[in-house]
């Protein structure tokens, strides 16, 4: 009778936690799809409004630190010429969303070593000198870098992986939970874990290829030639070094990256052409 006793008890409270989890998320669609055609409904359960306010908190953190090292915007020649290529991307969002034009953009140059850059939720970019010395990067190669960036935020990524992050944790707790009932240890952990390998990882090599995509039509509709992304990821790899499987990694592997930037920006060489005849 012990186990039909755990199976009266386990039924509900499985029912109980996946109704518990879709009724934290609603179907979003972030962008329109453009002539890349990004079309993937995503689900949310965090708000909008609530992932904006952290990122303005965290980007004024940010900002604050490096005035207080003298670091932010030092050189006003590369802050010129980054805010220019920004801004010509920035012009092109509406093609993925309207409103994107009202948001509160911040372009800022950070004067550190790293080879980053990324566009916080709202608008809020930030680009460090290492990215621009250290690959010897192109007005396209930039404008490649940026375009992704800001495609992360137009696809409120960061929205999605906070709201999978909600989910995971229901489902972690839920697998804990019978996992005392049966009698298993760690049942949570190794739910969490395969939770992160099936669905964290896969959906963050999605959002990278996304951004790709986005940004390579972002890039051509500017004017700025959209196949030097593929040349811009070749000397990220050579920067990067080794990188783990593409199984385990949160981004494709280089292979299959370069081979999806070199197809989609023969795409929407059609749009960069037709922007070179304007400017």
């Known amino acids: 009778m012990k186990n039909a006793h755990i199976r009266i008890i386990s039924r509900p409270l499985g029912m109980l936690l996946a109704a518990l989890i879709l009724a934290s998320c609603s179907s979003v669609q972030t962008t329109q799809g453009g002539a890349v055609g990004i079309g993937r409904t995503q689900r949310m359960s965090v708000s909008e409004q609530q992932v904006e306010q952290a990122a303005r908190q965290q980007y004024g953190e940010v900002l604050a630190d490096a005035r207080q090292k003298g670091t932010l915007n030092r050189d006003a020649a590369q802050v010129s010429r980054m805010r220019g290529i920004a801004s010509r991307l920035i012009a092109q969002t509406g093609v993925f969303r309207p409103d994107a034009r009202n948001w509160q953009w911040e372009e800022n140059l950070i004067t550190a070593p790293e080879v980053n850059a990324w566009c916080m939720p709202g608008g809020k970019i ?154």
Do not use: C
Not at 185 to 201: C, D, F, H, N, P
């Open 126 to 279: 930030a680009v460090y000198t290492g990215l621009i010395e250290k690959l010897r990067i192109s007005d396209d190669e930039l404008a490649a870098v940026l375009g992704h960036e800001i495609a992360h935020a137009l696809r409120e990524h960061a929205r999605e992986r906070a709201s999978q992050q909600v989910g995971t944790d229901l489902a972690s707790a839920g697998a804990e939970i019978l996992g005392a009932i049966y009698g298993i240890e760690g049942l949570g952990k190794v739910a969490s874990t395969g939770l992160q390998l099936g669905i964290g990882l896969p959906n963050s090599r999605l959002h990278e290829t996304e951004a790709d995509r986005i940004g390579v039509e972002l890039a051509a509709r500017a004017g700025f030639d959209p196949r030097a992304a593929v040349s811009l990821w070749q000397k990220m790899a050579q920067a990067g070094g080794s990188a783990p499987p593409e199984f385990l990694s949160t981004h494709p592997s280089r292979e299959s990256r370069q081979s999806d930037l070199t197809d989609y920006a023969q795409r929407v060489m059609p749009l960069y052409e037709q922007a070179r005849k304007k400017r």
